[in-house]
């Protein structure tokens, strides 16, 4: 994520979360904290196609609309679209997740699952073994995700979500850092690709 992603993150963290950070939480993370990583999944723009209408060449405003038109069509190509977004942070001994959300538009695509998976890989890279997190019990789909990753509830927080004093789960997914739970991240990476086919990671470009 860079800070010209944060505007985008911004509107999916608005239709994920019943409670949004204050303003300007992200560029702070981003610029401050050490010790967070946040990752995005974006759509590649489209090829450019010669199909698209092009506006009559008329004289006046007509033209003057049309200029218009086409400097907003150039902005918006190789424009790429934030469709998700993942925040981690990597205190000494472990990742902590902080958030994952995909575009309600977006969602059941396996976007979520790329985040999780790119964010474990992260943290093994980081030589974290263990990776922790809280989850709203009443998040089923979360935690189908984190569960398909490994993730076991270890603990309950009573009331944690300030919103509606929902309990949150912790759960946690821990040696990252042995071969075992390495070939399990290869093996679902596998699965993963053979699955959504043509999707780059580019962690830590
Ligand atoms: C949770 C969330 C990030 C999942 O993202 P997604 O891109 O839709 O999920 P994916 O398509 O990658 O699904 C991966 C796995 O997650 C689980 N899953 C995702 N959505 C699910 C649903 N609606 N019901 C059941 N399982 C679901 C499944 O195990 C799925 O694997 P499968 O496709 O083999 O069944 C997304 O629903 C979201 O943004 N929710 C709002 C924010 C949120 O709750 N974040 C988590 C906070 S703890």
Known sequence: MTL???PQVEEIEREAFPTTWPPSAFQHELRHNRIAR??????EPEEATDERPEPPPEPGL???????WRALRAQGEGRER????????LPADEAHII????????????????LLLAGLELARREGRAL????CRVSNLPAQALYEKYGFKRVGLRPR????????????????????????????????????WGDVQFRVGA
């Open 4 to 6: 010209e992603d944060v």
């Open 131 to 134: 990776a922790t997190l809280e």
């Open 160 to 195: 944690y979500y300030s919103d509606n004093m929902e309990d949150a789960y912790v759960m946690a997914l821990d040696g990252l850092d042995t071969p075992a739970v390495a070939r399990r991240l290869g093996e679902l990476r596998r699965l993963y690709l053979a699955r």
């Open 82 to 89: 934030v469709v998700g977004y993942l925040g981690i942070w």
């Open 38 to 43: 946040y990752l995005v999944a974006v759509e």
């Open 62 to 68: 007509a033209r003057l609309l049309g200029g218009m």
């Open 99 to 114: 958030a994952v959300a995909v575009r309600t538009s977006h969602r059941r695509q396996g976007i979520g699952e790329l």
